[in-house]
């Protein structure tokens, strides 16, 4: 079984260990060590300067073993995207108000994202600056996530429409996208230095409320 494979990748609620046998559990340990211990080399050294050597010895099995569970350290790399960003994205949803204006919810939920990719730069930069260019079979669980993410926030907007707050004939998806991908590009710039914290909020802020001109309640 690859790491692709594995339940760990799932955006899903985990496996009910207790129902697995053995074998399964065993396989199922390494798999968590392994994503556990490259997550952390990918925080402390960065993507670039992590071996899958010391990946292997951090999880506490063989370099061999290793890649009895992953092809790659681009695939660890998705691994790690997917139960960092993932968790991320989840608490933001949950933060965000319904009460509140859908500039204000848009906002609430991506600059959770923001703060928490920005107190682990060193990863998040990883993320960004990797993951575009990792093999087509391991980025699939990626854009799993990330189509996971678009609905969620397809949803929202959806929901604003309902209560009055976002004009109900602009096409949510294509909204959700066009949001997902400016918040995206603010990021890659963040990440990399060339722009500060203060102006990635600002340029953010703007970009969201350019994105729905016309478009959300005044009330």
Do not use: C
């Not at 925080?43 to 506490?60: C, H």
Request: hydrophobic letters at 45%; aromatic letters at 8%; zero cysteines.
């Amino acid at each position: 079984m690859s790491l692709a494979d594995a339940p760990i990748l799932s955006a899903d609620a985990p496996p009910n260990i207790d129902e697995l046998g053995k074998r399964e559990r065993n396989k199922l340990d390494k798999q968590r060590r392994i994503v556990a211990a490259a997550t952390k080399l990918f925080q402390e050294k960065g993507f670039d300067d992590t071996t899958t050597a010391e990946i292997a010895s951090a999880a506490g099995i063989g370099a061999g073993t290793l890649y009895l569970y992953v092809e790659s350290k681009e695939d660890l790399l998705v691994s790690a995207f997917i139960n960092v960003a993932g968790g991320a994205w989840t608490e933001a949803f949950d933060r965000v108000d319904s009460d509140a204006d859908v500039v204000e919810q848009v906002m609430t939920l991506l600059m959770h994202v923001t703060d928490h990719h920005e107190a682990d730069r060193r990863l998040a930069r990883s993320f960004f600056k990797e993951l575009p260019f990792v093999h087509e079979s391991g980025l699939a669980d990626a854009n799993h996530l990330v189509a996971w993410f678009l609905r969620r926030l397809a949803d929202l907007l959806d929901d604003a429409s309902a209560s009055g707050k976002l004009d109900p004939d602009v096409p949510k998806g294509t909204l959700a996208l066009n949001l997902y991908a400016q918040w995206q590009l603010l990021m890659r710039r963040l990440v990399t230095g060339r722009l500060s914290y203060a102006e990635m909020v600002t340029e953010l802020d703007e970009s969201v409320q350019t994105a729905l001109w016309g478009l959300a309640s005044q009330n």
